[in-house]
């Protein structure tokens, strides 16, 4: 399970990051000072759990919980048991009260991954039309069925993504994130932080810049790498 922390007193990252040691199945991939940057770090990277101080510099962690996708989970860690409450919010996996104890840490942490397994088998369930090459979308009071073929691009925009068509574009409440992740990986790409092209329509692309039809996509540099080694250097003619 892939984990960040973000608390702005040194000592206590420090100290997460003994617990997360003696824990199974965690990796630590970033820690923060502030929320601000920990949402930079969440809009291009998978986060499975976070452990989110309270009582921080600018946004304090209850504001930033409200903004964190339904995929990443948090667990709160504070010097302050007053606020447990208004964790329950935000629906914290659990509430951790400083100083923490390595049985109540764990405790916490299978509760994560208990809930995770549970995401997982409710996402296969939900998504099992993919499997036959067309997905149906909620959008202005209707259910639409679009088939993956006929898909260009996606975009996102906050809380909602376009779906863009030769024929139509679909606006739909989901997150870019989450609709990313449910569509086939073979044929679907993210090549920034807000678009996700379907390669069989890509009709050219250079170093900045995908092109398909009229449209063009532009290209983040963290995704450039895997854009050209999984789809395009295979294909690629050899001279």
């Known amino acids: 399970m892939q984990c960040i922390i973000v608390d702005d007193e040194p000592l206590a990252r420090k100290g997460m990051q003994l617990l997360m040691d003696k824990t199974e199945g965690l990796v630590l991939i970033g820690e923060f000072y502030d929320a601000s940057s920990a949402s930079v770090f969440l809009e291009d990277n998978k986060v499975d759990l976070i452990f989110l101080d309270i009582q921080m510099p600018g946004i304090n962690g209850i504001e930033f919980a409200k903004t964190i996708g339904n995929q990443t989970l948090v667990i709160f860690t504070t010097a302050y048991a007053e606020y447990a409450i208004d964790s329950y919010e935000v629906d914290a996996i659990d509430y951790l009260v400083k100083p923490i104890k390595l049985n109540r840490f764990q405790k916490a942490v ?20 993919v499997e036959d090459d067309y997905i149906f979308i909620k959008s202005d009071r209707r259910i639409i069925k679009i088939y993956l073929n006929d898909i260009l691009f996606i975009e996102g925009l906050k809380d909602y993504v376009i779906i863009h068509t030769e024929s139509q574009k679909v606006i739909t409440l989901i997150t870019f994130k989450n609709i990313q992740v449910q569509l086939p990986q073979n044929t679907f790409v993210r090549v920034s932080k807000s678009y996700v092209v379907n390669i069989k329509h890509v009709s050219s692309l250079g170093n900045n810049d995908v092109v398909i039809g009229k449209h063009e996509i532009p290209i983040g540099n963290i995704y450039r790498n895997d854009l050209f080694e999984r789809f395009i250097s295979k294909k690629m003619l050899n001279k």
């Not at 994560?112 to 088998?121: D, G, K, S, V």
Request: charged share 25%; aromatic share 16%; hydrophobic share 40%.
């Open 110 to 129: 299978s509760k994560a991954f208990n809930y995770l397994e549970l995401l997982a088998h409710d996402q296969q369930n939900r998504f099992e039309a």
